[in-house]
């Protein structure tokens, strides 16, 4: 059903963009219609990398998806550091954690409770994932927006370079330790035949070119995307910093969205809990030290440091997430509350 | 015992208070007559509700203990807004926090822990209430903080109402999860006999009464209790920071004290728990964003914004107690590390 | 094998140090004997201490192991207060902590990690502890630092003296918890084996002895040594607080890094725990306030009020260690995450 409603978005949506592109149409519909494109766009790539992932088996696969999972972000990221626009990035970041940690687990804890009286997950791997929530935005993002106050330019990116480097070897560590020194080291009983038998939708052959032509499409779309924000910040009265924290975040997410609460209504809650937590961690362990590093190529170099909204929002959702996953229990009172602390974020972002 | 003791105190507070407000007694001897009187009454209103409570059954109980348990603070704090002392009233709620968190729960697990080597109470409720703990004091109160730091009055408290309004609609669906839809659902083994056959203290009529006429008296003497507050500040040294944070919350406070210590005697650790920490969310979730919508209607009105002594407080005091209730036991030294966190804030706010 | 090396470092380290200071060798070569020194020196007042405690009785013997296992960091930390060096003191206490939470406990957990796919340690002291580390650093040390902004410098003195007080109570009462009321209480079965039949390694005279001998060698090179802190930083580029944070913890710690990640490779991962975060707790509950004490009695009193950078690196490590260590289990990739900490805050520091 959802496949069809992207395939009809694709089909209409990538030629219009085009056109519209070509014929200057006017910045607001640009806007709207680059958005719904890049989300139908982004669930092929999902699929495409997910069909790949099967093929290529449990540890390339890992990788894959831990590399290509947010590349739509990436991309829209590379080409709004290409326009200068750093502002804008950091807060897609800040963006993609909260609607990751608060919006898509939320849903899913929620909506999954609204039909299971108590959901469970595999409580390994939620405090796994909670070490590395603490380390990535409680150390790594924290720690610079502090030593730097009096620091200079230089040395402050000096230090973003180095934290940056330090995210990505404890990331790559991280996946090897999943997928290799200890696979299947920390199974619970209900784990065992969730991840029997799949079967990939695409060959692969078929995958790569849908990964590949999508790929193309989205960079092309995503580099006039980012020019339409000065205009839509402008004309909606809104601040970048809520075009990034919230537009960027949703468009950039909408996939993982969809699938984790769907995974979430047939109470397959490891694997819902796995695309939230998980893509939460690919942006702070991943996609932001990438951005810091790819930024040094251009005019304007991206140092990781967050404003204070930008930086209390995260540290106070993962503290919030680190205590209610804890237990390896959801209900729907769960999800609400991080539903509750999203909304209280986004009015806070809108006012700002 | 207690109740010969607070029936005697209000037999004579009561008069005395009306003829010494009529009388114009000096300040500092009003000051002590008031708050002695109060602290009697309270206990009269908090056996007036736990009689409601049991006659309306576990629902209709649960929420009565939940509005009404605070009425006292509540009273209180509506006449010190109503004259304008705002940050008597945020103190007063900071106080409430840091005394249930740490001076009721910390007296509770001591002197309990002196009678028994381990106590245990329910960790699936502990559980619970450290992700509203989270919520209310990391998420709700430290956002509007950070985030109005450059913001215009106006916004400041367009986001105090609108934290205020998620924080009481979260307060009520967590009554609803609570007492309706999982009432019951993460009972331990030794929770099942604790709360049977209770009989109500007094009946209904007579409950509602005690209730109705306690309640006017202490609102009677709490508008001019707070008029006594400059004077004291004054002629004892204090500052108006340290009567909100110490004397108000204890004289509001001091029947839940008496009893939660009682029940931890009893070794019924989860009763005690429960009005500790109970209290705390009800101050965090109920009574602080009420006293912010009340006082749109008052000339001035009151944001959810605390001073930084009092959110670093109130935030360290509640990692702390997250991480000791985490598992759901309680000895001696645990109560005195609690304990020992509220002198040193005690210290602190005293200096101040 | 380490304690024939050690003893060599003595045996030449000691006359040494003598004549390099009699003849005023240049700073840069001091400091490095000097360094050197105390580290064989404080091999030898480990196991002198060990000796003692194991003659003692394991409730005299902790209390010994309690007071006299950061004596050499106490003993610097004297003469560089006596100097007016507060500045470093403070610096070398927040290394300590992080030394022994992030680079102690990391190694220990990750080279344990190599041998032992998982490592388990008591759950239960794991609690004890960071309910203590949470009070320390969150309560104790991030209060004052809060609540002094606007203080003036003698009230600031009082707070910082009445909070030390507070935590030596505190610390002294966990002692009396430890090994008197709750002695065995909390006990898991792998715990009993492991304290048996132990030999102290020296009688009880030879023990004081080498105590009291190392301790005034280490008393009289720590007095010069404080005294080329200024120079190595002027010649070397390095800052006061980088020596304090990285140097002096280093050269105060050095023996306990080794026995602990002895002790994980043995699988002992309670003692290697115990090392790191029960040192941890006795720089920061202990040798901390102790200081802030001793300091009235000097020319510059030392307020416990820590800089920002040094603030936040422990509030982080403490909050990481917490999550880390809740569930009583190890693997290589925790310590890797500690570590990774330790790099970030490593270069933090070099770069301030």
Redesign the interface.
């Known amino acids: 059903m959802t496949n069809k409603i992207f395939m009809l978005m694709t089909l209409i949506g990538v030629p219009l963009s085009f056109i519209g592109t070509l014929m200057h149409w006017s910045n607001g519909i640009l806007f709207i219609l680059y958005c719904l494109t890049i989300i139908a766009l982004a669930s092929f790539m999902g699929r495409a990398t997910e069909s790949l992932a099967i093929v290529a088996g449990p540890r390339i696969g890992g990788l894959l998806n831990a590399t290509f999972g947010n590349a739509v972000e990436l991309i829209i990221s590379i080409f709004a550091l290409k326009a200068g626009l750093v502002g804008v990035v950091l807060a897609s970041l800040t963006g993609s954690v909260l609607g990751n940690l608060l919006l898509v687990a939320g849903l899913s804890f929620f909506i999954g409770g609204l039909k299971y009286?108590?959901q469970e997950f595999n409580v390994y791997d939620a405090?796994?994932n909670?070490?590395?929530l603490?380390?990535a935005v409680?150390?790594?993002f924290?720690?610079?927006a502090?030593?730097t106050?009096n620091?200079s330019e230089g040395?402050t990116l000096?230090?973003s370079v180095?934290?940056s480097s330090?995210l990505i070897?404890?990331y790559l560590?991280?996946l090897f330790?999943k997928l290799v020194?200890?696979r299947g080291?920390y199974q619970t009983t209900n784990d065992i035949d969730t991840h029997d038998e799949e079967e990939p939708e695409w060959g692969k052959w078929k995958a790569i070119a849908v990964l590949a032509i999508a790929t193309i499409i989205v960079a092309y779309i995503s580099e006039h995307l980012v020019h339409t924000f000065e205009f839509v910040a402008e004309s909606f009265g809104w601040t970048e910093l809520f075009i990034g924290v919230i537009i960027v975040a949703i468009v950039g997410n909408a996939a993982e969205h969809a699938s984790a609460v769907l995974m979430a209504f047939k109470n397959k809650m490891d694997v819902a809990v796995e695309i939230a937590i998980g893509s939460t961690l690919q942006v702070a362990m991943f996609v932001a030290p990438v951005l810091v590093i790819v930024s040094l190529f251009f005019n304007q170099s991206m140092p990781l440091i967050f404003s204070?909204?930008e930086l209390?929002?995260m540290v106070?959702?993962v503290?919030?997430m680190?205590?209610?996953s804890?237990?390896g229990e959801t209900?729907?009172?769960?999800g609400?509350?991080l539903l509750?602390?999203y909304?209280?974020?986004g009015?806070?972002?809108f006012?700002?």
Do not use: C
């Not at 209900?331 to 769960?334: D, I, K, L």
């Open positions: 009286k108590r405090r796994h909670s070490g590395l603490m380390f409680i150390v790594a924290v720690i610079p502090v030593f106050l620091m040395k000096t230090l180095g934290i330090t070897v404890l560590a991280a330790f020194t200890h080291v204070w909204p209390i929002a106070s959702s503290l919030l680190v205590v209610i804890n237990d209900n729907w009172f769960e609400l509350t509750a602390a909304v209280i974020m009015i806070g972002f006012l700002l």
